[in-house]
């Protein structure tokens, strides 16, 4: 494989519209992960979070959108066709397509995962009812909110934390048609080789997987959503396969990621603890009294977590579930 200075350029086009100021690591807001309390227990117990895989999350159009149609478009893309010049050229931009985007499929899909938080003010002890509602076992759960100063900046890791960003499905369908256009028109100036066609079709692999991954149907827009993925064609040396899990639920077996909470010396992760990461926990406004409070207080000193015991706050949402 010849040096891949064309991969470079495809990437810069097709990344052109990143805003990085932002994005992490430049921006480092605190992030809330709602969830239920038995979940709660098991996650400062544990001290572990579990990430989920794409595949079996509430949004059905998670992560198979945005690929399935990425690359339904390249197939039939008239610009693409063009800046390939001869037949010979397209032909072989889709097959290496084709092949990284089976080998995605075969090898990678069902070991990525994703655990999801939602942008959280500083001054805000309550959280929004719409993610009580959603995802805080309906009001009757908690709130981990961490804060991302802490989280160290890692250029090679496999985990990803990024914003996500809200369109319709025909706003999802624009960009990429956008971003085809975009990359047509840097293999019709600088594609000379062979090669050239493998990373046009990688560059645009890497960004769709980026694109269906921290992009979500817009009427979702109200749950602020950061994520962190983790990505396995990312983890060349294999650092997090003995992380991997499962958890038997009704509907099956679903795949997780068993991330500790504690240093991974391989990531330059050696200050991450509980401790270090937790800004505050806020207790559901369905159970928000003054003795679950105090509850929540004595469980985590029990579990030795006397600090986070400290941070324990209690919605005041007038909130209740039925």
């Not at 605190?30 to 038995?38: D, K, N």
């Not at 079709?201 to 109200?222: I, M, P, V």
């Not at 959503?225 to 991997?244: A, H, L, N, T």
Request: net charge negative.
């Amino acid at each position: 494989m010849s040096d891949p200075t064309f991969f470079n350029l495809a990437s810069a086009e097709l990344w052109a519209d990143f805003q990085e100021e932002s994005s992490f690591p430049s921006s480092r807001p605190l992030l809330a992960h709602y969830t239920s309390i038995q979940t709660f227990e098991q996650i400062v117990t544990k001290e572990q979070f579990w990430f989920s895989n794409p595949l079996f999350m509430n949004d059905l159009e998670e992560l198979q959108f945005g690929m399935s149609e990425g690359a339904r478009e390249l197939h039939q893309n008239e610009a693409i066709r063009k800046a390939c010049g001869t037949p010979e050229n397209h032909k072989k931009l889709l097959q290496d397509f084709d092949r990284l985007f089976s080998d995605f499929d075969s090898n990678h899909v069902l070991n990525t995962y994703i655990l999801c938080f939602s942008e959280h003010n500083a001054d805000d002890n309550d959280g929004l009812l719409s993610m009580w509602r959603g995802y805080g076992n309906s009001g009757s759960g908690a709130a981990l909110v961490i804060s991302t100063a802490n989280i160290n900046e890692y250029a090679d890791s496999p985990l990803i934390v990024g914003k996500v960003h809200y369109a319709s499905k025909i706003e999802r369908k624009n960009w990429i048609c956008e971003k085809l256009t975009s990359l047509a028109a840097v293999i019709s100036v600088h594609a000379k080789v062979e090669d050239d066609f493998y990373y046009a079709a990688w560059a645009w692999l890497q960004r769709l997987k980026s694109f269906a991954l921290f992009t979500k149907h817009h009427g979702f827009h109200e749950e602020r959503e950061w994520r962190v993925v983790y990505m396995s064609d990312k983890d060349k040396e294999q650092i997090f396969k003995k992380y991997f899990g499962h958890l038997a639920t009704n509907k099956g077996i679903e795949p997780k990621l068993k991330l500790p909470i504690k240093p991974i010396p391989e990531l330059k992760t050696e200050n991450i603890s509980l401790e270090t990461l937790v800004d505050r926990i806020i207790l559901g406004p369905s159970v928000s009294s003054a003795l679950a409070a105090n509850s929540l207080r004595q469980m985590l000193k029990n579990i030795g977590q006397h600090n986070l015991a400290e941070r324990v706050v209690a919605s005041e949402i007038p909130f209740r579930s039925t």
